[in-house]
Antibody
Framework: QLQLQESGPGLVEPSETLSLTCSVS??????????WAWIRQPPGKGLQWIGS???????FYSPSLRSRVTISIDTSKSQFSLKVNSVTATDTAVYYC??????????WGQGTLVTVSS | QSALTQPPSASGSPGQSVTISCTGT?????????VSWYQQHPGKAPKLIIF???KRPSGVPDRFSGSKSGNTASLTVSGLQAEDEADYYC????????????FGAGTKLTVL
């Protein structure tokens, strides 16, 4: 059973960089048909796709976040990561990592709340 | 990049059927058969219930079904049960200058 677990600081100051890591277990992060995605949900609001990465390093990003987001992967640690630069209060959200195939998120982590505040 | 359009709310009585729509454009819903639907209960992570327009993952009851016509996809929940009360989100593969995934704003389904 594939499991994903998000980790990282729960509080980030405005203008700083938000950094999160997703640890993958119970399956191979180097699966050829899988992409590894980040999705967020502001409190009380809907889901927003951030981007995804293949184990080869190929990435796709949301057009609205592309300029501030970097997704990377470390296959040796079975982890992938998210960085969001220059955060503001609007980046406050529950951040989910997920396994994606054919633009579908099949398996999700439990999510982690990141609050942007001084 | 605009979110897919879903009605904010839907409702039905136990045993009834309800359909939730998801409208996009030819650059997303209408152009690709990669439409998915997710169910989310309060405080929980979303759960995939439909993928590639009309396919159900293992373990999802056949009361849930999906379809698509033109730029609009639909989720139908038949034989409504109390536990179906949740938020439902559609998503689609999309391409403008690059490929990405776009979600709908979500529909709150109430079982009366």
């Amino acid at each position: 059973q594939l499991q994903l677990q998000e980790s990282g600081p729960g509080l980030v100051e405005p203008s700083e960089t938000l950094s999160l890591t997703c640890s993958v277990s119970g399956g191979s992060i180097s699966s050829t048909d899988s992409y590894w995605a980040w999705i967020r949900q502001p409190p009380g609001k809907g889901l927003q796709w951030i981007g995804s990465i293949h184990f080869t390093g190929k990435t796709f990003y949301s057009p609205s976040l592309r300029s501030r987001v970097t997704i990377s992967i470390d296959t040796s640690k079975s982890q992938f990561s998210l960085k969001v630069n220059s955060v503001t209060a609007t980046d406050t959200a529950v951040y989910y990592c997920a396994r994606e195939r054919t633009s579908t998120s099949f398996d999700w982590g439990q999510g982690t709340l990141v609050t942007v505040s001084s | 990049q605009s979110a897919l359009t879903q009605p904010p709310s839907a409702s039905g009585s136990p045993g009834q059927s309800v359909t939730i729509s998801c409208t996009g454009t030819s650059s997303d819903v209408g152009g690709y058969n990669f439409v998915s639907w997710y169910q989310q209960h309060p405080g929980k992570a979303p759960k995939l219930i439909i993928f590639e327009v009309n396919k159900r993952p293992s373990g999802v009851p056949d009361r849930f079904s999906g379809s698509k016509s033109g730029n609009t996809a639909s989720l139908t929940v038949s034989g409504l049960q109390a536990e179906d009360e949740a938020d439902y989100y559609c998503s689609s593969h999309a391409v403008t200058n690059n490929a990405y995934v776009v979600f709908g704003a979500g529909t709150k389904l109430t079982v009366l």
